[in-house]
């Protein structure tokens, strides 16, 4: 099925396709899940190609793209390989809010270097759908007081800053009107404390660590503000993680059919492709179906997004179908390839872990659900 793009959205998608194809060596993706290493080098290359911020405003460095530009990129990184894919797609999670809301100190000191492939940041915020934030801030004379943390923060280990979002430490229940700010921590700011890496299924290029903030004092100038309307930038940066996010399952679940394809037209049992027996055929006709599904509305989600005409909890239905889609087609091409699937050394083998770990980025399924329920059903008398 093809969908129709701008010419400029077809030279990104072309362009990054053929980077990941250049940059992906299998050996070095191998070594680099084996060591637990983030990608440094192949992030700086993506960086000198414009492939890392490119929805940031063109003052702050990047290209002022769109979101369905993004997703096309986002995608074709994950299509080539799941763990190389999110790892430099998640390099700068919620560094766009500094880029766009930031002073121009803080876009100097975090955006310029994340930009040019020399850091990397890390975010901790409410997970989606939760009213309350892990951390905590009280006002002091020239800025706030941050306490609280996290138990599993992408990055933490590796990251040169964090965007942090929290709640009055005076209002204990968010929904009764506390208000929210949006923060920028520097790594190495007192009473900041990153614990041991974490072991865990899947994306071994990615470091996960608990987070601790105890008594961070943090100057007012640290401050996100989008002229004092403080709540649209949570909603930004809960919309923007859904859609790359969703970019991701979208680029996995291409990724996992083009392997299942590939090896089911070169696998011979019984002198015959195992392509031609039905049950795998058919197999594959289903996760076209699939695929398809789930692309059309990844993209039209970037595209409503883009024109400011989508709403939260359609952005989290688009996610939640998109993550389905995704493991059903991992766990299919697992299937065709049989054992040797379960090998390391076959690619499918860790985009099939991937989709498993991917889901713990924005939260539990149920309170997804719940934030669906309440807004289509309303306050009822």
């Known amino acids: 099925m093809k969908f129709h793009l701008t010419e400029e959205q077809n030279y990104i998608q072309k362009a990054t396709w053929d980077f990941a ?75 766009e809010l500094i880029a766009r809301y930031g002073n121009q100190k803080a876009i100097k000191k975090y955006v310029a270097p994340l930009l040019k492939g020399n850091m990397v940041a890390s975010l901790i915020c409410p997970e989606i759908g939760e009213e309350q934030s892990p951390v905590q801030y009280r006002e002091c004379d020239d800025g706030i007081v941050l306490n609280g943390g996290a138990s599993l923060v992408l990055n933490a280990g590796i990251a040169g800053y964090f965007i942090i979002v929290a709640d009055d430490a005076d209002v204990p229940d968010q ?57 649209d930038l949570f909603m930004r940066l809960q919309q923007n993680n859904l859609l790359k996010i969703s970019a991701m399952f979208l680029g996995i679940a291409q990724g996992a059919f083009d392997l299942a394809l590939g090896y089911a037209k070169q696998r011979e049992q019984f002198r015959r492709k195992i392509a031609r027996f039905q049950g795998i055929s058919q197999k594959i006709a289903s996760m076209y179906v699939k695929l398809q599904e789930g692309r059309a509305g990844v993209y039209n989600a970037a595209l409503l997004y883009d024109e400011d005409a989508i709403d939260l909890h359609d952005l989290i239905a688009v996610k939640l179908s998109i993550e389905a889609v995704a493991e059903m087609i991992t766990d299919e091409a697992l299937q065709i390839h049989g054992g040797v699937g379960y090998m390391v050394e076959f690619p499918i083998e860790h985009f099939f872990r991937d989709v498993k770990c991917l889901r713990t980025f924005t939260g539990r399924k149920i309170c997804h659900l719940d934030l669906i329920s309440r807004k289509l059903i309303g306050k009822l008398k």
């Open 175 to 231: 929904s009764a009107g506390g208000e929210r700010i949006v923060a920028v921590v520097p790594r190495d700011i007192p009473g900041l404390e990153v614990g041991e890496s974490i072991n865990k299924l899947g994306l071994d290029m990615l470091s996960w660590h608990g987070v601790k903030l105890e008594n961070v004092k943090l100057p007012g100038d640290h401050l996100l503000s989008s002229e004092g309307e403080i709540p």
């Open 21 to 95: 194809k250049g940059a992906f060596d299998a050996e070095q993706i191998l070594e680099l899940m084996e060591k637990r290493c983030f990608p440094e080098k192949i992030f700086k290359n993506a960086c000198k190609l414009d492939l890392i911020g490119m929805t940031y405003p063109e003052s702050a460095g990047g290209q002022e793209c769109g979101m369905m530009e993004h997703v096309l990129v986002i995608e074709a990184l994950c299509r080539k390989d799941s763990s190389l894919g999110i790892a430099l797609a998640g390099a700068d999670m919620g560094t």
